[in-house]
C-alpha cells in the first residue's frame, strides 16, 4: 500500500509540474526551500544568481549581457531566477532566456503564491525589485547588487573568484 | 495486480484532480482559486459611497468584479461582473483596479491590462450610473497605443475625476532621435460627467520610474496632487510629489525626501499619500537608498515644498512594506505589512496631532499565505482596514481607537 501511494503521489506531482511547466521542461520551480539547495548544490563554486522578470524593462536590457556573460565564463556557475509575482508565464520566461542565451543555465521561475516567504528565506531585506544579482564567492561570501549589473563588476568578481587560488 | 489496481486509482485521483483543479487554483498562484468571486481576488479595492454603502472592485480570475455592502463588509450584494471576458489582467505587485463613488452615487473604475506578449498596459475605464447594476462597455482612457499602467483616480468636490497613470508614448520620439529613454511620463486626463468620458490625455511630468503605483489626492478644490517615484539626476529613484495648479494644470514636482536610491530597476513599491483637511500631506514610501532603508513616514505644511524629517516605520528585521496612510475625521492612520518567516501582519499606528506625534505599532491584522497590499477607508465615522489575503479571505476590519 504504502508503494502505491507513494506511486500515485509521485505521478501526481508529475501531472501538477507537466501542467504547470508544460511548455518549458526546462525551467526548475523554484519553491519554499530552493534557495538552500541552490546554495548547497554549488558549493565551492563561484555562482552567480540572476533574479529578474518578464514585464521588468531594465531586466530585458540585461538579460542578452548576462547571457554573453555565462557564455565567456563557463567556470561561473550562472543560475537565473524568474521572480515576478505571479509566476505563470513559463512560455514567456523560457522565451526571453532562450533569446537571451542563457537556454542551458540552470533556469528557475518562482513556483510558489507566498512570494513573502520565499523571497524572506533567500534575503529577508529584498523587497521584491528587480533584476537582482547575488553573486556567490567559493567560500560562500554573498555580494549583492541591486538594479542592472555592470558587466565590468561582474568581470572584475569573477578575476577575483580564480586569482585567489 | 499491484498495476492494475494502481492505474484504477490514479484513474481516480486524475478525475478527482480534474474536478478539483476547476474550483482551486493551483499552489503556486496568489490566488486562492479561479473563478471571479471575491473569495478569489488577488486585488480589491474598496471605496465608500455617499450613502455609507461600501464598495469593492476586485480582480479574480482574470475578470474585475464589483460589489457592495451595506452593513460594513458583513455580507455583499451579488456582484456585478465589468468585465465580459478573461482578460490578461495586469498582475503587476502595485497594480489594482481603482473605484471612486460621486455624491450622485455614480461609479468610476479604471484598470489595467496587458494589451501584447511585451507586457505593454493599456489603461481602462468604465462607468455605472444605475448604482452599480451595469457598467458601460470598457473603453481605453487614451488613444494612444504604446503603454500606460499604474492608473489612479480621485474625485474632486465638484464631482470632477481626475486619472493619473504612467505613460510610456514618448519613448517612441525619444528612439527616433537616438536618444535614451528612461523610465516613464505621469500623464492624467479628467473627467467632467463622472468618469463616462475623459479629456484628451496630457502630460505632467517626465522621467518617473515606471512600476510604482501612484499616490492621488486633492489638496483643495481644483488642486490635485500626486506622489510618485521620480528618476532624479544620475539614477536616483527616489519620491517626488506635484500640487496641481488648476485639474488641467500640472505644478512644479518637489522632492519628498533625499533617500539617495541610485537604482536601474523595478521597485515595485510605491507611496501613499493623503491630504487632511487642513492641507496636511501626510506621505508614507518605501526606499532601499544609501541615506536610508526601509518604510518612512513625513508630512508636509506647505503643499508639498518642504517635508518634515523623515521618521522610520515597522521593524526592519521583519521586512515591512507596502505602506498607505490615510487621513480621517478621527486621525491620520498608517498601516503596512511585516513578515517574521512563516506569518505576514499588518501593523497599525494613529496620529491625533496631525502627523506629529504616533501610537506604538500594533498588529491588527495577520495571515498565513500570501496577501494584498493593506488598505485604509473611511466613511465619516470610522476608518477601516480592507484587506485580501489568500488563507482567510476578504477583511474589513475597525480601526479601533488607541489610548
Not at chain 2, 335 to 363: L, N
Request: aromatic share 8%; charged share 20%.
Amino acid at each position: 500500500m504504502r508503494f502505491r501511494f507513494a506511486g500515485i503521489a509521485s505521478l501526481n506531482v508529475l501531472i501538477a509540474s507537466a501542467a504547470a511547466f508544460g511548455a518549458s521542461p526546462a525551467l526548475k520551480p523554484f519553491e519554499r526551500g530552493t534557495w538552500q539547495g541552490v546554495i548547497r548544490g554549488h558549493a565551492g563554486r563561484p555562482v552567480l544568481v540572476h533574479f529578474w522578470g518578464v514585464t521588468c524593462g531594465p531586466c530585458k536590457v540585461e538579460l542578452p549581457l548576462l547571457g554573453q556573460f555565462a557564455k565567456d565564463h563557463p567556470d561561473i556557475d550562472v543560475v537565473t531566477v524568474s521572480a515576478d509575482l505571479v509566476p505563470n508565464l513559463p512560455a514567456a520566461t523560457q522565451s526571453m532566456l532562450d533569446k537571451a542565451g542563457l537556454s542551458s543555465t540552470e533556469n528557475f521561475i518562482f513556483n510558489d503564491g507566498f512570494v513573502e516567504r520565499l523571497r524572506f528565506e533567500i534575503d529577508p531585506a529584498w523587497q521584491g525589485d528587480i533584476p537582482r544579482t547575488m553573486l556567490i564567492s567559493r567560500d560562500g561570501t554573498i555580494t549583492t547588487i541591486e538594479g542592472s549589473a555592470e558587466i565590468a563588476d561582474l568581470e572584475k568578481w569573477s578575476a577575483q573568484q580564480f586569482s585567489k587560488h | 495486480m499491484i498495476r492494475t489496481s494502481l492505474l484504477a486509482l490514479v484513474a481516480l485521483a486524475l478525475a478527482l484532480g480534474t474536478a478539483l483543479a476547476q474550483m482551486r487554483a493551483p499552489p503556486a498562484s496568489e490566488a486562492a482559486c479561479e473563478e471571479p468571486t471575491l473569495r478569489c481576488a488577488t486585488k480589491v479595492t474598496p471605496a465608500f459611497g455617499p450613502d455609507g454603502t461600501l464598495w469593492l472592485v476586485w480582480m479574480a480570475g482574470g475578470q474585475i468584479s464589483v460589489a457592495s455592502s451595506q452593513d460594513t463588509g458583513r455580507s455583499f450584494s451579488p456582484p456585478t461582473q465589468v468585465t465580459t471576458k478573461r482578460l490578461n489582467l495586469d498582475w503587476g505587485p502595485d497594480a489594482r483596479p481603482k473605484i471612486v463613488v460621486d455624491r450622485k452615487g455614480g461609479i468610476a473604475l479604471a484598470f489595467s491590462i496587458f494589451r501584447d506578449e511585451a507586457f505593454n498596459g493599456q489603461v481602462l475605464y468604465t462607468r455605472s450610473a444605475d448604482g452599480g447594476k451595469s457598467f458601460a462597455e470598457l473603453k481605453p482612457i487614451t488613444a494612444n497605443n504604446e503603454s500606460q499602467r499604474f492608473e489612479a483616480l480621485a474625485l474632486d468636490q465638484d464631482g470632477t475625476v481626475l486619472a493619473a497613470w504612467l505613460d510610456k508614448r514618448n519613448r517612441v520620439s525619444a528612439k527616433e532621435a537616438g536618444r535614451k529613454y528612461e523610465g516613464a511620463a505621469l500623464f492624467f486626463a479628467s473627467s467632467r460627467d463622472g468618469g463616462a468620458t475623459y479629456a484628451e490625455a496630457r502630460l505632467a511630468h517626465e522621467g518617473t520610474c515606471e512600476c510604482c503605483r501612484l499616490g492621488l489626492a486633492f489638496a483643495a478644490p481644483g488642486r490635485p496632487a500626486v506622489i510618485f517615484r521620480n528618476i532624479f539626476e544620475g539614477g536616483v529613484r527616489d519620491h517626488a510629489v506635484m500640487t496641481f495648479t488648476a485639474v488641467s494644470t500640472p505644478g512644479e514636482i518637489r522632492r519628498v525626501s533625499n533617500d539617495d536610491w541610485q537604482i536601474n530597476a523595478c521597485p515595485h513599491h510605491g507611496p501613499s499619500l493623503t491630504i487632511g483637511p487642513n492641507g496636511t500631506y501626510h506621505v508614507a514610501w518605501y526606499t532601499n537608498g544609501k541615506t536610508r532603508k526601509g518604510l518612512f513616514y513625513a508630512h508636509s505644511r506647505d503643499e508639498g515644498r518642504t517635508f518634515s524629517v523623515p521618521i522610520a516605520l515597522g521593524r526592519l528585521d521583519r521586512s515591512p512594506t507596502r505602506p498607505f496612510v490615510l487621513s480621517a475625521p478621527a486621525g491620520t492612520v498608517m498601516v503596512w505589512k511585516e513578515f517574521d518567516g512563516e506569518k505576514t501582519s499588518v501593523q497599525m499606528t494613529i496620529s491625533r496631532d496631525d502627523g506629529q506625534t504616533w501610537s506604538p505599532p500594533k498588529a491588527i491584522a495577520s495571515t498565513s499565505d500570501t496577501s494584498d497590499h493593506p488598505l485604509l477607508v473611511s466613511n465619516d465615522k470610522q476608518t477601516y482596514l480592507s484587506w485580501m489575503t489568500k488563507a482567510d479571505g476578504y477583511r474589513l476590519t475597525a480601526i479601533e481607537d488607541q489610548p
